[in-house]
């Protein structure tokens, strides 16, 4: 993984091998970016974990290339990434909500830091309504 921060902009470099999510809020908090969006995230992944829909995961092990965009919020104190995908490969195309993916060849994002708080929060009620990640977003003043 390479970062290089300039000003409010974040721009991350994920290698082939890289897990997504998790190289991305290992970024955000080396630079102490807090809350952002996420405005591009263009690359290719090997394997990936979805959710399609409320309820329903689904693991893709092959070459996918992906397009998306999302956020980054706290959540007790370090940073959370929210981040939706559009995916497509030999066997079809699938879009949701990334809970991991691990890179194939090389993956590029570009984060923007934001000026307003977002705070995740665990929803009990969401979780009841069978929402796989139940953290609602909250925002606030700027600490």
């Known amino acids: 993984m390479e970062v290089k921060k300039s000003g409010k902009e974040l721009v991350v470099l994920l290698e082939e091998g890289d897990e997504v999510i998790s190289s991305l809020e290992e970024a955000c908090s080396l630079e102490g970016l807090k809350y ?3 405005l591009s995230c263009v ?3 090997k394997s990936s974990r979805l959710i399609i829909r ?3 995961e689904k693991t893709i092990f092959q070459h996918l290339e992906v397009v998306g965009n999302g956020n980054v919020s ?3 104190g370090k940073p959370f990434v929210h981040l939706h995908l559009a995916a497509g490969g030999e066997s079809g195309s699938w879009v949701g909500h990334l809970l991991e993916g691990i890179v194939d060849v ?4 570009i984060i923007v830091e934001n000026e307003v708080c977002m705070v995740r929060e665990y929803d ?3 979780l009841e309504k069978g929402v796989t990640v139940p ?5 606030g003043e700027k600490n």
């Open 135 to 139: 953290y609602k977003l909250r925002l």
């Open 74 to 76: 706290l959540y007790n």
């Open 43 to 45: 690359g290719a992944l």
């Open 54 to 56: 409320k309820g329903l």
């Open 124 to 126: 009990k009620a969401l």
């Open 36 to 38: 952002g969006t996420i």
């Open 106 to 109: 090389f993956c590029e994002v």
